[in-house]
């Protein structure tokens, strides 16, 4: 039974920082590429992050980058995303996602259909 639980979710002051964790079970986890989407309400849901197989590559959508970091274990089957300097656009439910995939290209980790497998998500809600 394939599972990704994240936690880590919370409330925060803008300028603040949560990590995200995303512990994955009952699939190859190191075989394919994770990401980090979020969602907002009344949004579609947003590409946040992305890092390939084996860590080499990663990806961030504009509005995160330089503030965002997403890792992984492989040997300890989790994913990571350490969010610094929040921002109240940053309020969202974020989702990990793993996917069979082991491209390394952006246009292919970058949307919600390369991924198969999804957690419940985690609110994170930063206010001012």
């Known amino acids: 039974q394939v599972q990704l639980v994240e936690s880590g979710g919370g409330l925060v002051q803008a300028g603040g920082s949560l990590r995200l964790s995303c512990a994955a079970s009952g699939h190859t986890f190191s075989s394919g590429a994770a990401g980090w989407f979020r969602q907002a309400p009344g949004k579609e849901r947003q590409f946040v992050a992305a890092?390939?197989?084996?860590?080499?590559?990663?990806f961030y959508a504009d509005s995160v980058r330089a503030r965002f970091i997403i890792s992984r274990d492989n040997a300890g089957n989790m994913v990571y995303l350490q969010m610094n300097s929040l921002k109240l656009e940053d309020t969202a439910v974020y989702y990990c996602?793993?996917?069979?995939?082991?491209?390394?290209?952006?246009?292919?980790?970058?949307?919600?259909?390369?991924?198969?497998?999804w957690g419940q998500g985690t609110q994170v809600t930063v206010s001012s």
């Open positions: 996602a793993t996917a069979r995939t082991t491209s390394s290209l952006r246009a292919t980790l970058s949307v919600s259909t390369a991924y198969a497998y």
């Open positions: 890092i390939n197989w084996s860590g080499s590559t990663i």
